[in-house]
């Protein structure tokens, strides 16, 4: 079955960049979204269609995908973007990557 | 505004099944698939399949399948997730999402323990 990973945390300083993989085999075929989940929280679409942003996101966020890696970034990274961040795609069915916990430090 | 209610906490012996629902508002509900996806506590996200509320027809994972089924009442807008011979590793928070271009609505999760 087709697996997405992620690096299970990201650390980054506040004003920084910060940029969370997501890897699988000729992933840059496939759309890929992401997804942000704060505690005790369901999740938040937060990019589609590799780059696309839905409205109500900020534009610090931004995605792309090529070859076996999407990457998610966030530029100017503030506390509140603290998160876990799931990416997906579809193969044959709905595959979730692991997640990122990602911590603003 | 458009949103999907899911139902209540539910606790459940071993061996029992669970029906979950999930409400939409908003929106057309036929227009849309509807997608459940699950976490167990401290864990990630899990698909377990997709019902086209406009035709009935549905998709499960492949974990799921013989386990699983997806219903619809187009009348009240509600889908439904039933889950059969629970095991305490289907304990988890199970999501509704709405699916367009990507999971772009989420329901709050309902929360399924399976415990004797």
């Known amino acids: 079955s087709y697996e997405l990973t992620q690096p299970p945390s990201v650390s980054v300083s506040p004003g920084q960049t910060a940029s969370i993989t997501c890897s699988g085999d000729?992933?840059?075929?496939?759309?890929v979204c992401w997804y942000q989940q704060k505690p005790g929280q369901s999740p938040v679409l937060v990019i589609y269609?590799?780059?696309k942003r839905p409205s109500g996101i900020p534009e610090r966020f931004s995605g792309s995908n090529s070859g076996n890696t999407a990457t998610l970034t966030i530029t100017g990274t503030q506390a509140m973007d603290e998160a876990d961040y799931y990416c997906q795609a579809w193969d044959s069915s709905v595959v979730f990557g692991g997640g990122t916990k990602l911590t603003v430090l | 505004q458009v949103q999907l209610v899911q139902s209540g906490a539910e606790v459940k012996k071993p061996g029992a099944s669970v029906k979950v629902s999930c409400k939409a508002s908003?929106?057309?509900?036929?227009?849309?698939?509807i997608h459940w996806v699950r976490q167990a506590p401290g864990q990630g996200l899990e698909w377990l399949g997709w019902i086209n509320p406009n035709s009935g027809d549905t998709d499960f994972a492949q974990k799921f399948q013989g386990r699983v089924t997806m219903t619809r009442d187009t009348s009240i807008s509600t889908a439904y997730m039933e889950l059969s011979r629970l095991r305490s590793d289907d304990t988890a928070l199970y999501y509704c999402a709405r699916h367009t271009s990507a999971f772009d609505i989420w329901g709050r999760g309902t929360m399924v323990t399976v415990s004797s």
């Open positions: 000729k992933l840059g075929d496939k759309h």
């Open positions: 908003g929106y057309t509900f036929t227009g849309h698939y």
């Open positions: 269609q590799d780059r």
